[in-house]
């Protein structure tokens, strides 16, 4: 069925940048809107970005003015660009896509596996 990729993780400085990216692939679908989602070890999970499938962006006040997130709608991937990277921003991050069908069938919510990003000297 439907698969969702998480990449670009990694361990980074404080200060420094990341770029992640989500891949969606499978069975025919439209992609709706697209979330980035964050959850620190015995955190709970906190939403970071999501953008429309339009277009509109909005962010959590933590990583707003540092962070953007774009899509692809050809490739049905959504990116997260992540700068000023601070220790706080440890997480493994996710990436969950609402997925239209072309089937007569309801839309629903898929999530990767996640990508660790660690922020540390």
């Known amino acids: 069925q439907v698969q969702v990729v998480e990449s670009g993780g990694g361990l980074v400085q404080p200060g420094g940048s990341l770029r992640l990216s989500c891949a969606v692939s499978?069975?025919?679908?439209?992609?709706?809107?697209m979330r980035w989602y964050r959850q620190a070890p015995g955190s709970q999970r906190e939403l970071v970005a999501s953008i429309t499938s339009g277009g509109d962006t909005s962010y959590a006040d933590s990583v707003k003015g540092r962070s953007t997130i774009s899509r692809d709608n050809v490739k049905n991937t959504v990116y997260l660009q992540m700068n000023g990277l601070k220790p706080e921003d440890t997480a493994v991050y996710y990436c969950?896509?609402?997925?239209?069908?072309?089937?007569?069938?309801?839309?629903?919510?898929?999530w990767g596996q996640g990508t660790q990003v660690t922020v540390s000297h």
């Open positions: 499978g069975s025919p679908f439209f992609v709706g809107t």
């Open positions: 969950e896509a609402r997925i239209i069908p072309l089937r007569n069938t309801p839309p629903s919510d898929y």
